[in-house]
């Protein structure tokens, strides 16, 4: 059973950047691979990044590539998203999860998320 924890969301202007944190239960960690997930309102739940359980191997959405970037420390059991160059698009509840499978999926574990609001 592994438990996660989002944190790092809040209000930003279009332009400006966001560290999300997802903070992992349990010693087993390095073996998930670890997803960002986002949904907006009125709108499905879409993948935005993916990264492999020993951070080697990453996997990004078109529409945030170049300007996300995934990354996990597995010693602190926490994966991060960096986010720069945001946009009013980018607004979202942001979620993780956790994989034992390839970053495809399917996502075995979920966070609560966190709410990511870009302002224009």
């Known amino acids: 059973q592994v438990q996660l924890v989002e944190s790092g969301g809040g209000l930003v202007q279009a332009g400006g950047s966001l560290r999300l944190s997802c903070a992992a239960s349990?010693?087993?960690?390095?073996?998930?691979?670890m997803g960002w997930f986002r949904q907006a309102p009125g709108k499905e739940r879409e993948f935005v990044a993916a990264?492999?359980?020993?951070?080697?191997?990453?996997r990004y959405a078109d529409s945030v590539k170049g300007r996300f970037t995934i990354s996990r420390d597995n010693a602190k059991n926490t994966v991060y998203l960096q986010m720069n160059s945001l946009k009013p698009e980018d607004t979202a509840v942001y979620y993780c999860?956790?994989?034992?499978?390839?970053?495809?999926?399917?996502?075995?574990?979920w966070g609560q998320g966190t709410q990511v609001t870009v302002s224009s």
């Open positions: 999860a956790a994989t034992s499978s390839y970053w495809s999926g399917p996502y075995d574990y």
């Open positions: 349990g010693r087993t960690f390095s073996r998930y691979a």
């Open positions: 990264i492999s359980g020993n951070g080697g191997s990453t």
